[in-house]
């Protein structure tokens, strides 16, 4: 097993806009994803940013973004895609955002599964305080992430990520106490045929009314929702 940032650096990362189906069809999945967000306008952070699948379709509605991640390969993409848009790309830890912003924000994002990569509740409640007192009033946070509180069995752990003529990925997931343990698995031809990479990493077990609870013990009025691509989503309002 690796680390989140080990995982992402030697797997995830260079297939990353393979894995997402090409950056148009990533843009368009954000834009979609991001349209109900759209009242408002000012800073808005993208926690978990990756190569901008949120960030670009948020400055392209007119918000000064600061965009934050570990990859500095997905940012990479995000800067040579958003060249001219008003996005701040930051290479931090989303624990450590604060650091990194000056204004209060309108909105807060943190879209996908990336919430789960914390690795304990404490973490959890750290960013929800960070988050509380970093939006302006009547500014919002919103999460995706998927429900590993009730893990698959079975069969349905293996899940088929994305495939062409040369490159298949999969996933198995195995259940832990209070984690769940990520295997990708990449098989990539070329021209000596076939051959296999396989990474593991954890994910927190987060429930949806946790995560709600955290946001409330903070001021913030949570609701949850069905989100996007089998999410659920939290969107929490700050008074």
């Known amino acids: 097993m690796t680390t989140v940032q080990q995982h992402y650096d030697e797997l995830l990362a260079p297939i990353y806009v393979w894995m997402v189906g090409g950056l148009d069809a990533a843009f368009a999945a954000g834009a979609a994803d991001v349209a109900p967000l759209l009242t408002d306008d000012g800073t808005a952070i993208d926690l978990g940013a990756g190569f901008g699948m949120h960030a670009i379709p948020l400055a392209r509605h007119g918000y000064d973004v ?34 990194h912003v000056t204004n209060a924000a309108s909105l807060i994002v943190c879209l996908g599964d990336t919430l789960t990569h914390l690795e304990e509740l404490a973490q959890i ?6 988050v509380a007192q970093s939006l302006r009033s009547g500014g919002r946070f919103v999460a995706t992430f998927r429900d590993y509180s009730r893990p698959l069995v079975g069969n349905a752990r293996f899940i ?7 490159r298949i990925q999969t996933c198995f997931l ?22 296999m990479r396989v990474s593991s990493y954890r994910k927190l077990r987060l429930a949806p009314p946790t995560l709600a609870n955290a946001l409330r013990g903070v001021g913030l009025e ?7 691509r089998g999410m659920v989503r939290v969107t929490a309002l700050k008074p």
């Open 125 to 130: 409640e750290r960013l929800c305080r960070d």
């Open 66 to 99: 600061v965009a934050i991640d570990t990859s500095s390969q997905l940012l990479d993409v995000l800067r040579a895609t958003g060249a001219g848009l008003p996005i701040r790309a930051v290479e931090a830890d989303l624990l450590d955002f604060r650091q």
């Open 222 to 228: 949570p609701t949850i929702e069905a989100g996007s």
């Open 160 to 166: 088929p990520v994305r495939s062409d003529d040369t």
């Open 174 to 195: 195995e259940e832990l106490p209070r984690h769940i343990l990520v295997h990708d698995i990449v098989h990539e031809r070329d021209s000596g045929g076939w051959r």
